[in-house]
């Protein structure tokens, strides 16, 4: 089947600017984690999801980022204000159940913050 | 602090060659440990993973070393390829939480033809 579906895979904002990702998880994995990749770095948690409840998010770094999963499938990360710093990749994953070992990484929506 | 510390930060190998490449955590309630790869514009892929109470594990040409006393943890490939070129993750996360993984930097690595 289709893996994990993360849109757009690029996108170019203005510093202040509202963004919104999306991530498709894979069809029947009911937890869903949000990475940060920055260049020439290792992923970085973010947040993780359990059905539609945030299971962990001591990874946000600040209030200006927040997600939702409203459904228990499709995950949206929303930055607001962004800012220069927050420039990376963002990579979703999902695995069929928490903490259970394997995640499926999408191949990133990359942000770029002028 | 960083918790999990890999090296080296880039490998080059000849092909048929073995790559070593080696993670040190610090956290003892780390109970997780797996390697994931990564090719240029793709996501993370996990390649294989270990717990602590194996010493070692192998999966085809690729074998994870744990040495829990010393908290360090290697992969080796063995019969290394041209298509094993990719940057290559170590990782750590605690009991109950695998989803909260601790990535380590990363080590490039190329393997000539």
């Known amino acids: 089947g289709a893996g994990v579906s993360q849109t757009p895979s690029n996108k170019v904002t203005e510093k202040g600017k509202y963004v919104e990702l999306r991530c498709d998880p894979i069809s029947g994995h009911t937890a869903l984690y949000w990475y940060r990749q920055s260049l020439g770095q290792g992923p970085e948690f973010l947040i993780y999801?359990?059905?539609?409840?945030?299971?962990?998010d001591s990874g946000l770094p600040n209030d200006r980022f927040f997600a939702v999963r409203p459904e228990g499938s499709v995950s949206t990360l929303k930055i607001q204000r962004t800012e220069r710093g927050d420039s990376a990749v963002y990579l979703c994953?999902?695995?069929?159940?928490?903490?259970?070992?394997?995640?499926?990484f999408g191949e990133g929506s990359r942000l770029t913050v002028l | 602090q960083q918790q999990v510390k890999q090296s080296p930060q880039s490998l080059i190998v000849q092909k048929g060659g073995i790559s070593i490449i080696n993670c040190a955590y610090e956290n003892t309630a780390f109970d997780y440990f797996p390697w994931y790869q990564q090719f240029p514009g793709k996501g993370p892929a996990l390649l294989i993973a270990i717990r602590p109470d194996v010493s070692e594990k192998k999966e085809g040409r690729f074998t994870i070393s744990f040495n829990k006393s010393a908290k360090q943890f290697s992969l080796h490939i063995m019969d290394s390829q041209p298509g094993d070129s990719a940057t290559y993750f170590c990782a750590a996360s605690m009991e109950g939480s695998q989803g909260n993984l601790i990535f380590g930097k990363g080590t490039k690595l190329s393997v000539k033809p």
């Open positions: 994953a999902s695995s069929f159940r928490a903490n259970t070992g394997e995640l499926f």
């Open positions: 999801f359990q059905g539609t409840g945030a299971a962990d």
